[in-house]
């Protein structure tokens, strides 16, 4: 059993989530990568009980992840049995459904079916009564919009999960969602999108939507997979998501072009005494609406490395304007 660190709350910053009782810790983690059955158990372990000693009390996950599909969240729920025993007051674990899971037309998308089915196995593969959230993982075009917020709204009736949140949905699919919440007599806690220096999505309409609607964003991928750290400098390491044979990020998106920005931003990050990857988490959470940053790491200085990222969070309007600068191509 693992005794965590006494003064674990005490440099880790807790932004509430949005116009709610609850509160995030800037930096999640997220067990998308590094935690399923091909990983080594002993490091996903490691790097949760460090994540937890520096007040990270927010882990996500997801159905899917692994691979294959369900280990993430059942090396969670290894890491809750054997770790974290007796702490779960103090986590925030959330997890998703709405990407293919099981063959068959029950096991993918938005459908009630799915969603009520798949929160079933999740809890079960964690071993927990309940998740802190449950998001709908992305829109589906097929089914009506009220059948999967229906879906979510009994979900939190239940008490199988305590809130409700989307991921990936666009600005105007989300006022709908919350509109049908709200005429439930409830709320989404929490929105889920890609959001990082490569990808601005975000900016174009979803972050007014999410204040106006007092919704609190997790943004992932902060770190474009690793691509806005030093990893990528001097080429392809083999221990790297893009060197890997499982992951998510490819070589070929490691490409001249993105790099020769890559290593501006480094050297603009250096000039600011900081790691690229610091000054990549403290440009997202620059936005009062964006409630958290959920990184993924596969070695526990990684999570060192982000939580520091929080002691110099300011930039000056000629760092932004330099920035985006170099993202421009200039
Ligand atoms: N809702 C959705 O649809 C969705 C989709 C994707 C992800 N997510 C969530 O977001 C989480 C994070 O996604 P992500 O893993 O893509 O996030 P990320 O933070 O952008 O990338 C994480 C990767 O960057 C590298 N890295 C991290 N810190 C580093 C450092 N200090 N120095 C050098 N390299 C560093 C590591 O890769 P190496 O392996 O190369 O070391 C690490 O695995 C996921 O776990 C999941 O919870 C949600």
């Known amino acids: 059993m693992h005794l965590p660190n006494e003064r674990r709350y005490d440099a880790m910053k807790y932004n509430r989530c949005g116009r709610s009782g609850v509160k995030l810790p800037a930096i999640s983690l997220g067990l998308w990568h590094n935690f399923g059955g091909v990983d080594t158990l002993e490091n996903s372990r490691a790097m949760a009980r460090r994540a937890f000693d520096l007040g990270i009390t927010h882990f996500d996950l997801a159905n899917n992840y692994g691979p294959p599909p369900g280990s993430a969240e059942e090396s969670m729920g290894y890491i809750l049995k054997n770790d974290l025993q007796g702490y779960r007051d103090e986590l925030i674990i959330s997890s998703k459904a709405g990407y293919g899971m099981w063959p068959g037309p029950y096991g993918d998308w938005g459908s009630r079916k799915f969603l009520v089915a798949s929160l079933d196995q999740s809890l079960k593969r964690m071993g927990i009564d309940y998740v802190d959230i449950f998001y709908h993982h992305r829109p589906d075009p097929e089914t009506p919009l009220e059948e999967t917020m229906g879906a979510l709204y009994d979900i939190v009736h239940s008490?199988?999960?305590?809130?409700?949140?989307?991921?990936?949905?666009?600005?105007?699919?989300?006022?709908?969602?919350?509109?049908?919440?709200?005429?439930?007599?409830?709320?989404?806690?929490?929105?889920?999108?890609?959001?990082?220096?490569?990808?601005?999505?975000?900016?174009?309409?979803?972050?007014?939507?999410?204040?106006?609607?007092?919704?609190?964003?997790?943004?992932?991928?902060?770190?474009?997979?690793?691509?806005?750290?030093?990893?990528?400098?001097?080429?392809?390491?083999?221990?790297?998501?893009?060197?890997?044979?499982?992951?998510?990020?490819?070589?070929?998106?490691?490409?001249r072009e993105t790099v020769d920005k890559v290593r501006k931003l480094n050297d603009l990050a250096r000039e600011r005494g900081q790691k690229l990857a610091q000054m990549a988490l403290a440009w997202v959470l620059r936005h009062g609406e964006v409630t958290s940053a959920v990184i993924g790491s596969s070695r526990v200085s990684q999570i060192d490395d982000a939580v520091k990222a929080l002691e110099q969070p300011d930039f000056t309007s000629e760092e932004l304007k330099k920035i985006d600068s170099i993202l421009a191509g200039k």
């Not at 979803?206 to 609607?213: A, F, G, M, T, V």
């Not at 030093?230 to 893009?242: M, N, V, W």
């Open 159 to 255: 008490g199988k999960a305590l809130y409700a949140g989307v991921s990936n949905y666009p600005p105007e699919l989300t006022k709908r969602a919350e509109e049908i919440m709200r005429s439930m007599g409830t709320h989404l806690l929490i929105h889920q999108p890609k959001y990082s220096m490569f990808e601005r999505w975000i900016e174009d309409g979803l972050l007014k939507e999410l204040r106006e609607d007092g919704i609190g964003c997790i943004v992932f991928s902060p770190l474009a997979q690793g691509l806005l750290t030093d990893r990528y400098l001097d080429g392809i390491p083999t221990d790297s998501r893009a060197g890997r044979p499982t992951g998510f990020l490819r070589p070929e998106h490691v490409s």
